[in-house]
């Protein structure tokens, strides 16, 4: 099974690469990060690209956009320098993450960056005090939708319209540039309409602005856009129909730019995580199903399995009947089970020592994996 979710020249590479090699570790294919970057530039020709630095940090990775052309969304000053450090000019970087201190925001702005998000008062008048002059996305608070994605970014971002409203006029009253409105409709997001709702927030935003003479000039739509896992999702080409749909419907004539910041979407498929069966265990005699422990759990790659939202395709060499398996990690913690409810069927031969590649993990695996977890090395990466 899933054998077809890359070409065979992907699987001759994973295979060979693999062989009498320590697992676990994971592999980012960098052709499909490539392949990608230009799914996005073809399908949204005009918007500006900020790849989401978190999802996959590595070099090769932040190198290769570089190289393409992208910008980068920055989550901290730690990434910021890992930008400037490969040679990305400040002017191609933003710092989206509303969640930050005072200095640090001096400190991007002494190193150049000049466009911000937020989305609270108080981090408005760091912003204005701590960079000033800069441009502010304010980012809506996005509860309703994300509800319906696979790993919610609900809550703990954004504010309500009106607010923003409030947090606008004043950023321009410290002096800062309020420049549009951004959002974050949830990661790993399947319902498309989610878009609609949000541009159309966006859009009343940009009215009342108007009414105050203050006039927005763009929208950041953050990520969202999804990576094959078990539950495929709609081509990218699908996405950005209905979203330049929504963009016309509200805007008319006067679409404003667009800014993309994907993470998941540009990277998830680029990744083969290979790992080794430990061990397989039944819990009595009777037990209809046998529990997996694999090299791989929740503390060195597999995080986003937590609540089980994120459902990797698993792909075995081995051949026949299946059963039901309890998928867990090689820890002494009980946290560490990646699939129980959700019914995974593998093969019933698979032995200790079989190899499991798990598919479509290029993002928010080597990234949340520990340091040093029950003496667990962090995940190995390999980039081809
Ligand atoms: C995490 C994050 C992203 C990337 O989201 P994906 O769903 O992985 O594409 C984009 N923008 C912001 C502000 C984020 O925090």
Not at 97 to 110: C, G, L, V
Not at 238 to 264: A, D, M
Not at 266 to 292: F, H, N, P, Q, Y
Request: neutral net charge; proline residues 5%.
């Amino acid at each position: 099974m899933y054998r077809n979710y890359y070409p065979s020249a992907d699987w001759k590479k994973i295979l060979t690469f693999s062989t009498n090699r320590e697992t676990p570790f994971l592999i980012v294919l960098l052709d499909r990060v490539r392949q990608k970057y230009e799914e996005f530039r073809a399908n949204f020709p005009s918007a500006k690209i900020y790849y989401a630095v978190k999802a996959n940090p590595g070099i090769e990775v932040l190198s290769l956009l570089r190289d393409l052309g992208s910008h980068f969304d920055i989550a901290s000053i730690y990434e910021l320098d890992r930008a400037l450090d490969l040679g990305v000019s400040a002017n191609r970087l933003s710092f989206g993450n509303t969640i930050k201190k005072a200095r640090h925001i001096r400190e991007a702005y002494e190193k150049g960056v000049r466009l911000f998000t937020s989305d609270c008062e108080m981090d408005v008048r760091n912003l204005a005090k701590e960079a000033p002059g800069s441009r502010v996305f304010f980012r809506l608070l996005m509860d309703a939708v994300t509800s319906d994605s696979d790993w919610p970014l609900s809550r703990k971002f954004g504010c309500q319209p009106r607010m923003s409203l409030d947090l606008m006029l004043l950023a321009a009253d410290l002096g800062l540039e309020p420049y549009g409105v951004s959002f974050h409709v949830g990661s790993q997001q399947r319902e498309i309409p989610a878009w609609d709702a949000a541009i159309g927030q966006a859009h009343a935003l940009f009215d009342w602005m108007e009414q105050k003479h203050l006039r927005l000039k763009a929208i950041n739509m953050g990520g969202g856009f999804p990576a094959d896992y078990v539950v495929k999702a709609n081509p990218l080409s699908v996405y950005s129909e209905e979203i330049n749909r929504y963009l016309n419907q509200y805007f008319g004539s006067s679409v404003p730019k667009i800014y993309l910041e994907p993470g998941r979407g540009l990277v998830g498929d680029a990744g083969v995580l290979v790992s080794e069966i430990v061990t397989i265990a039944k819990k009595s005699k009777t037990d209809l199903r046998r529990w997996i422990y694999t090299d791989v759990g929740i503390f060195n790659g597999l995080m986003e399995t937590l609540g089980e939202s994120i459902k990797y395709p698993i792909y075995t060499e081995k051949k026949g009947e299946t059963g039901d398996v309890i998928m867990a990690g090689p820890t002494c913690d009980s946290l560490d089970i990646m699939y129980e409810h959700f019914k995974y069927q593998l093969p019933l031969s698979l032995e200790s020592g079989d190899r499991l590649y798990w598919l479509s993990t290029g993002a928010y695996t080597a990234s949340y994996s520990a340091i040093e977890f029950n003496g667990f090395p962090p995940l190995k990466t390999y980039y081809l």
